[in-house]
């Protein structure tokens, strides 16, 4: 039950992102892994094969513009039904339609925005037409489908992940924006590329914040000689950003990742604090973030407190779940507590040693006594003879030889005797003491 359109919603006052929606796959932008030639969804669509589905991604996605696209292109009735404004009543009454409509011999698509907001009667109302087929059913939903969707509904969808757009994407979505007649082509718009990357930044992967952001300063851009002229001013002042902006590929972005990480190695809280708003506040990817404090937690931090790599990690989940603007305080957690850990690189540094090692001497046999020996041919060729196995050991120790002949007596690992770290070098010193003792 498609609402008819009045006269008085006219393109030209719909918003920038209703009047661009696409309406085919090839204006689709984004979710290559989904719709990329030859890949999964496409050929369900092209082969008109599609079953019910679940699309789980952010926000301005292109959730539900990929549906009414799959709607088209099956030529299927398509029902847009919203979770937050319809009951029981209402979806009785719709599936009543799509049952008529499957005796005619039509497709029905049922489309439910948020459908994790659907209780359990309401999930369960699906069900039976689901099983039947009287409708498709394409639910969009920004909550893990896992934890909201009853299993049994899930279990008759098949869930699709939707990525959130890359700053190239958004890059491209403006420029088409700015040159398509249902935008502002036609309206000679100035704006520089630059300018365009920036509004991709702070849009943080959603497409429809990255359009509005551009109609904002498009409208709010300074009329001269027949044109429309955008500035950086207008954008600063459109996303309410001063001159935070900044290039998340160029030097700033590195300067900026380069300044929490040694402020946090500083054991500076309060310098690593700063530079952490100046990257969130300028429109970095919080996962970006979280992502440099998870391996400055092994890298600079490590065995110092153990801790370090929980709390990172936790970070990182966290921004994941809710994003922001609310994740910049788990961030800030972390980066304090990265601050105030005792700090190591032994870590960093064993396996760079290693790696060196590794690259020089690729051929090294490993030691027989090590190998696996699954078959009798192996075990005729001494694969795993003279293995010991430490739990049968009164020590838990053996002094069996591990390294290739090469490398005997090499050191990777040199812990320091910082925080926790000093516990595990009391552990190793001893350790090498034991095996000392039985040569």
């Not at 409208?219 to 429309?228: F, T, V, W, Y």
């Not at 708003?277 to 996962?287: K, W």
């Not at 994941?320 to 960093?348: D, R, W």
Request: proline share 4%.
């Amino acid at each position: 039950m498609l609402e008819q359109g009045t006269i008085f919603e006219r393109e030209s006052v719909q918003p920038l992102a209703a009047r661009l929606r696409p309406q085919t796959l090839e204006e689709y932008c984004g979710q290559k892994h989904l719709l990329g030639e030859g890949k999964v969804l496409r050929r369900l669509i092209e082969s008109d094969n599609v079953g019910s589905m679940i699309f789980w991604g952010p926000p301005g996605v292109g959730k539900t513009t990929l549906a009414r696209i799959i709607a088209k292109r099956t030529k299927a009735n398509f029902i847009d039904f919203s979770a937050v404004t319809s009951g029981i009543k209402e979806i009785k009454q719709v599936m009543e339609q799509a049952e008529k409509s499957r005796l005619f011999g039509e497709k029905t698509i049922l489309f439910v925005d948020e459908i994790h907001r659907f209780n359990k009667a309401q999930q369960d109302a699906f069900l039976p037409f689901v099983e039947k087929g009287s409708i498709i059913l394409i639910g969009a939903t920004t909550e893990n489908p896992s934890f909201e969707v009853n299993g049994a509904l899930l279990s008759r969808c098949k869930v699709f992940v939707l990525q959130s757009l890359k700053t190239e994407e958004l890059c491209e979505l403006l420029r088409h924006a700015l040159a398509d007649k249902r935008g502002f082509g036609g309206q000679n718009v100035e704006i520089a590329p630059e300018l365009i990357e920036n509004i991709a930044n702070f849009a943080n992967g959603d497409a429809r914040s990255a359009l509005s952001t551009l109609e904002m300063a498009v409208l709010n851009g300074r009329a001269e000689g027949g044109g429309i002229v955008v500035t950086a001013e207008t954008i600063e002042q459109c996303t309410s950003k001063k001159s935070l902006l900044y290039d998340k590929t160029g030097e700033e972005h590195y300067n900026l990742i380069s300044a929490l990480h040694k402020s946090m190695r500083n054991s500076d809280p309060d310098a690593a604090v700063y530079w952490l708003a100046r990257m969130l506040e300028a429109g970095e990817d919080p996962l970006y973030v979280a992502r440099r404090v998870t391996r400055f937690a092994s890298e600079d931090v490590g065995l110092a407190d153990p801790r370090a790599l929980e709390i990172a990690v936790a970070a990182y989940q966290a921004c994941h779940f809710i994003g922001m603007p609310e994740c910049s305080v788990h961030l800030t957690q972390a980066v304090v507590y990265m601050s105030l850990a005792p700090k190591s690189n032994a870590l960093y540094v064993a396996y760079e040693s290693a790696k060196k090692d590794a690259l020089t001497m690729l051929a090294e046999p490993v030691p027989l006594v090590i190998r696996n020996a699954p078959t009798k041919l192996m075990k005729e060729l001494n694969y795993g003879k003279g293995y010991q196995y430490a739990h049968d050991t009164a020590d838990k120790l053996t002094d069996m030889q591990c390294l290739p002949d090469s490398l005997l007596g090499r050191e990777y690992y040199r812990p320091t005797e910082e925080g926790t770290e000093a516990k595990f070098k009391s552990r190793l010193d001893d350790i090498k003491a034991w095996k000392r003792d039985r040569k």
